[in-house]
C-alpha cells in the first residue's frame, strides 16, 4: 500500500502561485501514474492534472498554461506549479496514485489518496 503526503497549500492573493507537493511511500513510486484533484463543497471531486509513470501530462481545460504538473522518482515526489490563481481554485487539493503506470482521468482509477492540502486565492 501506498501512502501519500501532501504539502504547500496555503492562502494566496489572486494572481499569486503556490508549489504543492506529494510525497509517496510504500510501494514503487515511479511505475504508477499520479494525479491532483481539487473538490469545492457540494460538487464532485475534480481531477486538475496528471501525469503518468513515463512523464505525459493531462490537464483540465479550466488550469491549461497555468498549472505545471512534474515528478521527480527519486524523491517520490509528485509537484503541481500553480501560477496566476484565481478565486475560483480554491478548494481542497488531493494527490491520488493510479493501479498502473498510466494516468487516467476517472476518480475510480485511482487506488489511493493523500488527506488534502487547503487552497484559497483570494480576490
Known amino acids: 500500500q501506498v501512502q501519500l503526503v501532501e504539502s504547500g497549500g496555503g492562502l494566496v492573493q489572486a494572481g499569486g502561485s503556490l508549489r504543492l507537493s506529494c510525497v509517496a511511500s510504500?510501494?514503487?513510486?515511479?511505475?504508477?501514474?499520479m494525479g491532483w484533484f481539487r473538490q469545492v463543497p457540494g460538487k464532485q471531486r475534480e481531477l486538475v492534472a496528471a501525469?503518468?509513470?513515463?512523464?505525459?501530462?493531462h490537464y483540465a481545460d479550466s488550469v491549461k498554461g497555468r498549472f505545471t504538473i512534474s515528478r521527480d522518482n527519486a524523491k517520490n515526489t509528485v509537484y503541481l506549479q500553480m501560477n496566476s490563481l484565481k478565486p475560483e481554485d480554491t478548494a481542497p487539493y488531493y494527490c491520488?496514485?493510479?493501479?498502473?503506470?498510466?494516468?487516467?482521468?476517472?476518480?475510480?482509477?485511482?487506488?489511493?489518496w493523500g488527506q488534502g492540502t487547503s487552497v484559497t486565492a483570494s480576490s
Open positions: 491520488a496514485i493510479t493501479k498502473s503506470g498510466y494516468y487516467s482521468t476517472y476518480v475510480d482509477d485511482y487506488a489511493e
Open positions: 510504500g510501494r514503487p513510486f515511479s511505475v504508477r501514474g
Open positions: 501525469i503518468s509513470s513515463g512523464g505525459s501530462t
